[in-house]
T-cell receptor
Framework: DAGVTQSPTHLIKTRGQQVTLRCSPK?????VSWYQQALGQGPQFIFQ???????QRGNFPDRFSGHQFPNYSSELNVNALLLGDSALYLC?????????????FGPGTRLTVL | DQQVKQNSPSLSVQEGRISILNCDYT??????FLWYKKYPAEGPTFLIS?????DKNEDGRFTVFLNKSAKHLSLHIVPSQPGDSAVYFC????????????FGKGMKLTVNP
């Protein structure tokens, strides 16, 4: 049973560019959340997708957008990249029907903005 | 505004002894608390959770205690093992573990053989 997978593992971009990160949830999960983890900090909630719609959103600007596909996979898009967007981006999946009420995290995508 | 605080950045204990990791929160509306551990180059892994209607939850070597009046929770690991060495995050939610999680900054635990 595959867990949460994310691609790519690492990414280097320059300021002003746009980036797309991808996530496949754990089998049986229908909800995907995205978090940003800056160096030395805990993960910060960006948004959550359920039934292809954004259900909750954290305190992030509109440059951060997302999408969920019918197979429950998800993308995180960041436009007009800033140096401060350099971080580890974590995807987590969950399900209201799961035995454990928790989120399962992928290994993350390390984004470096130069 | 840090709503979930892990005030000690690191802890070092001897193998076999107890590890106690502490976490404080400021928002009394949180109703569900979780602990995750994270190894380098991996995502956070769920350890244990507790609902606000309980004051203790146990799972093997891991026990989480919740003191709502003090807005404080702690994770006890007994006995500690070298494989427990990792960064531990405390997280809180307003409505269950599948909803938005608010994380602390993390604490690095080192268990020495």
């Amino acid at each position: 049973d595959a867990g949460v997978t994310q691609s790519p593992t690492h990414l280097i971009k320059t300021r002003g560019q746009q980036v797309t990160l991808r996530c496949s949830p754990k089998s049986g999960h229908d909800t995907v959340s995205w978090y940003q983890q800056a160096l030395g900090q805990g993960p910060q909630f960006i948004f959550q997708y359920y039934e292809e719609e954004e259900r909750q959103r954290g305190n992030f600007p509109d440059r951060f957008s997302g999408h969920q596909f019918p197979n429950y996979s998800s993308e995180l898009n960041v436009n007009a990249l800033l140096l401060g967007d350099s971080a580890l981006y974590l995807c987590a999946s969950s399900s209201g029907l799961a035995e454990l009420d928790t989120q399962y995290f992928g290994p993350g995508t390390r984004l470096t903005v130069l | 505004d840090q709503q979930v605080k892990q005030n000690s950045p690191s802890l070092s204990v001897q193998e076999g002894r107890i590890s106690i990791l502490n976490c404080d929160y400021t928002n009394s509306m949180f109703d569900y608390f979780l602990w995750y551990k994270k190894y380098p180059a991996e995502g956070p892994t769920f350890l244990i959770s507790i609902s606000s209607i309980k004051d203790k939850n146990e799972d093997g070597r891991f026990t989480v205690f919740l003191n709502k009046s003090a807005k404080h929770l702690s994770l006890h690991i007994v006995p500690s093992q070298p494989g427990d060495s990792a960064v531990y995050f405390c997280a809180a939610s307003f409505q269950g573990g599948s909803e938005k999680l608010v994380f602390g900054k993390g604490m690095k635990l080192t268990v020495n053989p």
